[in-house]
């Protein structure tokens, strides 16, 4: 066995756990970050794409990221489209914030690639197994490395930030599953294909076949969803089964084929980890929540708690104050289960449920109606989606 020693251990090396350990190496604050995934397949997962207006913020002035702005497209809208029409959500003019188009995988190019040229402990290909001594100065992370030799990581903290099938979550909630919890109906059949975009701005459908999203990547490759059973086959469509099932849910607008070239199935689920702090052992990201994806939350939510959890762990780790650390769960609960909220309504007001009547179709109908025809309606989202302000860096 291996035994390393470090202040703060990272377990997952997602948006969360690469932005942590670069924010505390600005403040001098020393953590070895470990994965069980390689660089290749970090850096090529197609994931989320929307960075709310703070995430952007936070990337530019840590220095994390120099090509958000230049390689990611800010998008200063969304179209709500129901009973074939579009409604524009202009963000600037109800919140004067914005969000950027800038995929995931782009987001973790930038960190690791600045991670490993400033020298970062990041091992890859290493898989975490459990977290002992929760509660004493010096939990400890039990892993083994890709040739099968066992690593105990021992830190005067630990951060499980390995994404929601964490195996950190036991040693701060007592069991793998401990947390609020909430299953949908639906899942959402994702495409990518080589097309030109077929709108601007990210279209939001709702229609009496279902949901779809119709986004964008760049000029040439377009990410596009609809509404499907959770159990569907990926395999099991022709691409003209695809393009049709895509069309026929967002009536009014003629969608730019081109061909398919990747597909998946993404379930949706709520999660709330019971407990988000355990002695010296914290969870953050996909670890402590999940959201489904309607809202654009996922990875924002996850910096947030980076940017919680970093000034907590500076008062801690440098000048022994404890105080930020003790209300960590508190402050970040805040956000969370605002995000979990605005995540649940929209996927709520959007898709179509398999139980759907004619009541709960007019009704949905109502309550879009309620939000394109109204400021405050048009406001809470526009407020939602580009992200409630950041605490204050420092
Ligand atoms: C398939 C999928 C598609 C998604 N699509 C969207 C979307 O379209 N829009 C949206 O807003 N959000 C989406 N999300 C959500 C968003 O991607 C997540 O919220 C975000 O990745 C959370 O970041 P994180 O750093 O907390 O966790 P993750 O990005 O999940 O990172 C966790 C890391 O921990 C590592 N890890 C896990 N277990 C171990 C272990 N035992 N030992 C070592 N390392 C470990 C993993 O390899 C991974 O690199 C999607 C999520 C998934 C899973």
């Known amino acids: ?13 997602g948006p969360a756990g690469l932005l942590l350990s670069h924010l505390l190496a600005k403040a001098g604050i020393e953590s070895v970050v470990i ?3 390689t660089r290749e397949e970090i850096e090529t997962t197609i994931r989320a794409g929307i960075l709310e207006q703070g ?4 990337l530019e002035s840590s220095g994390a990221s120099t090509r958000v702005r230049t390689v990611g497209n800010r998008h200063d809208g969304i179209e709500l489209r129901f009973e074939g ?3 524009r959500i202009d963000f600037p003019s109800v919140t004067g914030r914005a969000v950027w188009l800038y995929p995931q995988h782009e987001v973790l190019k930038d960190l690791v690639a600045v991670r490993l040229a400033e020298g970062q402990d990041l091992r890859l290909g290493v898989t975490a197994e459990r977290v002992e001594d929760a509660e004493t100065d010096h939990p400890r992370v039990i892993a083994v490395d890709a040739d099968g030799q066992l690593l105990e990581i021992e830190a005067e903290f630990v951060v499980g930030s390995d994404g929601s099938r964490s195996v950190v979550r036991p040693a701060v909630t007592e069991s793998a599953t401990g947390g609020y919890f909430r299953e949908y109906p ?5 495409i990518l294909c080589e097309a030109p975009p077929s709108s601007k701005e990210l279209i939001y459908s709702n ?3 279902g949901f779809a999203l119709i986004s964008q990547r760049n000029a040439t490759v377009q990410r596009m969803y609809f509404q499907c059973d959770p159990e569907v086959d990926p395999a099991s469509y022709s691409e003209e089964q695809l393009w049709h099932e895509l069309q026929v849910r967002v009536p009014g607008t003629t969608l730019n084929q081109g061909p398919i070239f990747q597909r998946d199935v993404l379930r949706f689920r709520s999660f709330v980890a019971h407990e988000l702090l355990r002695g010296r052992v914290a969870l953050i990201g996909d670890a402590a929540h ?13 910096i947030a708690d980076v940017i919680v959890l970093e000034r ?4 801690l780790l440098l000048e022994n104050d404890a105080r930020l650390i003790e209300a960590f769960p508190e402050t970040a609960l805040n956000r969370i289960w605002k995000a979990q909220h605005f995540s649940w309504w929209m996927t709520s007001m959007l898709h179509v449920a398999p139980d759907a009547t004619d009541f709960d179709r007019k009704r949905q109908i109502g309550e879009l109606r309620s939000v394109v025809e109204s400021e405050a309606g048009k406001t809470y989202l526009a407020e939602a989606y580009t992200g409630w302000p950041l605490p204050q860096a420092g």
């Open 35 to 37: 994965d069980q995934r």
């Open 207 to 209: 229609s009496a076949n």
């Open 1 to 13: 066995m291996t035994r390393i020693r470090t202040r703060v251990a990272i377990v997952g090396a």
């Open 312 to 315: 907590a762990l500076r008062a």
């Open 186 to 190: 639906f899942a959402w059949f994702g």
């Open 290 to 302: 999940t959201v489904p994806p309607t809202g654009a939350k996922g990875m924002n939510l996850a």
């Open 85 to 87: 029409e579009g409604h």
């Open 55 to 58: 995430t952007v913020d936070i």
